[in-house]
């Protein structure tokens, strides 16, 4: 079965470049969350959406920004990156928050972001 | 999310079941209780849920109390594949629906 798709795998940035994260979610799925996982914590929700429009937002910094497009892929732009941004972040799908039932979170393998 | 409160870490021994409980006293009436777990650094793996019957499938058993205040998760014939730290989760049901990862369980599987 398809699973949700993250691009790049690894990436290496400087302090204060900008870096954009790329999600493609399992066909059919219309929901994208956002999450990010520090070096040795637990994943933090970041941002989530549904049907391009933003659902919900949790610890995301004020200079992280999101999207996501017709297709239902979504786009994490990262800019002046600092130090601490150096987490794993991971992508996760689902069926439509519209449908008002908890639908299940399926994860992508994430991005290994490295800021140096 | 409902709090939830699981054991920090837990050893098996390979090829016995594997019991991670999980207590979540404050779940409401129409929250489900979702466990995923994460292998090394690889992206959360959703594993079962449930809402107050117990729950089978390929992976994993969900044993839910009848007052719903815990849960068990059963791995029944547990393997080395299966380290990992586990998560017990009870997503907020109204609104978006965004998980919240607690410490979890690290479970250990011993040959």
């Known amino acids: 079965a398809a699973g949700v798709i993250q691009s790049p795998r690894h990436l290496i940035k400087e302090k204060r470049e900008t870096a954009t994260l790329k999600c493609y979610p399992i066909p059919r799925h219309d929901t994208v969350y956002w999450y990010q996982q520090g070096p040795g914590q637990d994943p933090q929700f970041l941002i989530s959406?549904?049907?391009?429009?933003?659902?919900d937002k949790g610890s995301i910094p004020d200079r992280f920004s999101a999207q996501q497009f017709s297709d239902y892929h979504s786009e994490l732009n990262m800019s002046s990156l600092e130090l601490g941004d150096s987490a794993l972040y991971f992508c996760?799908?689902?069926?439509?928050?519209?449908?008002?039932?908890?639908?299940?979170?399926?994860f992508g393998p994430g991005t290994r972001l490295l800021v140096l | 999310d409902a709090k939830t409160t699981q054991p920090p870490s837990m050893d098996c021994a390979e090829g016995r079941a594997a019991n991670l409980p999980c207590n979540h006293s404050?779940?409401?009436?129409?929250?489900?209780v979702y466990w995923y777990r994460q292998i090394h650094s690889q992206g959360p793996q959703y594993i079962i849920h449930?809402?107050?019957n117990n729950e089978t499938n390929e992976m994993a058993s969900l044993i839910i109390t009848e007052d719903r205040k815990s849960s068990t998760l059963i791995l029944p014939h547990a393997t080395l594949r299966d380290t990992a730290v586990y998560y017990c989760i009870v997503p907020k049901q109204t609104g978006a629906n965004n998980l919240f990862f607690g410490t979890g369980t690290r479970l250990t599987v011993i040959p």
């Open positions: 404050t779940i409401s009436g129409n929250e489900y």
């Open positions: 959406f549904y049907e391009k429009m933003q659902s």
């Open positions: 996760a799908s689902s069926l439509g928050l519209g449908t008002g039932y908890q639908e299940t979170q399926y």
């Open positions: 449930g809402l107050k």
